[in-house]
T-cell receptor
Framework: NAGVTQTPKFQVLKTGQSMTLQCAQDMNHEYMSWYRQDPGMGLRLIHYSVGAGITDQGEVPNGYNVSRSTTEDFPLRLLSAAPSQTSVYFC?????????????FGEGSRLTVL | AQKVTQAQTEISVVEKEDVTLDCVYETRDTTYYLFWYKQPPSGELVFLIRRNSFDEQNEISGRYSWNFQKSTSSFNFTITASQVVDSAVYFCALSEAEYSSASKIIFGSGTRLSIRP
């Protein structure tokens, strides 16, 4: 019963490097989203998707790209990492397409940009 | 735009005390959903409750209760007879469901609750 799986769990990057945070869910959820968590800022929505081929921006989309080629996967790409992107990233999924249901979260990915 | 405010950054109480976590929200929609999530020290995010805007009945689940008041745009969470295991960061969240077919789920900044033995 995997649920939402995020990889890697930890990553250290140098400024300017690129990387992809992977997210996969096995619950056949249409709705998927990415959040970042910073001290005192709570969870801020980066991007979300309501199904394969459909993505939209959240509160803090700059510096991040996403795509949704399958229902199961929703990778988050950092094209040129900056120290301001040091954070803990959470992927989440939910049933339906409205984004009004319970979110199931992955365990998080801690990213440090030097 | 939708907004969630959790004004209490940190709360510390002694075990067995009751504690209330405040959540105030802003939305232009009449149809919306409110949530509470718990993040224990281990870091995972755990769903606690979901409430839609048309259901103002208070809910009780064991030691947990939620008070939803549309008149004050608040969805407060009370823990009765707190225990050390209740120590966590608690997040309130809002999803609008009226003017868009795909909603953003927006979180507050969280309240860190510490229960002292």
């Amino acid at each position: 019963n995997a649920g939402v799986t995020q990889t890697p769990k930890f990553q250290v990057l140098k400024t300017g490097q690129s990387m992809t945070l992977q997210c996969a869910q096995d619950m056949n959820h249409e709705y998927m989203s990415w959040y970042r968590q910073d001290p005192g800022m709570g969870l801020r929505l980066i991007h979300y998707s309501v199904g394969a081929g459909i993505t939209d921006q959240g509160e803090v989309p700059n510096g991040y790209n996403v795509s949704r080629s399958t229902t199961e996967d929703f990778p988050l790409r950092l094209l040129s990492a900056a120290p301001s992107q040091t954070s803990v990233y959470f992927c989440a999924s939910s049933y339906g397409t409205s984004g009004t249901g319970e979110l199931f979260f992955g365990e998080g990915s801690r990213l440090t940009v030097l | 735009a939708q907004k969630v405010t959790q004004a209490q950054t940190e709360i510390s109480v002694v075990e067995k005390e009751d504690v209330t976590l405040d959540c105030v929200y802003e939305t232009r929609d009449t149809t919306y959903y409110l949530f509470w999530y718990k993040q224990p020290p281990s870091g995972e995010l755990v769903f606690l409750i979901r409430r839609n805007s048309f259901d103002e009945q208070n809910e009780i689940s064991g030691r947990y209760s939620w008070n939803f008041q549309k008149s004050t745009s608040s969805f407060n969470f009370t823990i009765t007879a707190s225990q050390v295991v209740d120590s966590a960061v608690y997040f309130c969240a809002l999803s609008e469901a009226e003017y868009s077919s795909a909603s953003k789920i927006i979180f507050g900044s969280g309240t860190r609750l510490s229960i002292r033995p």
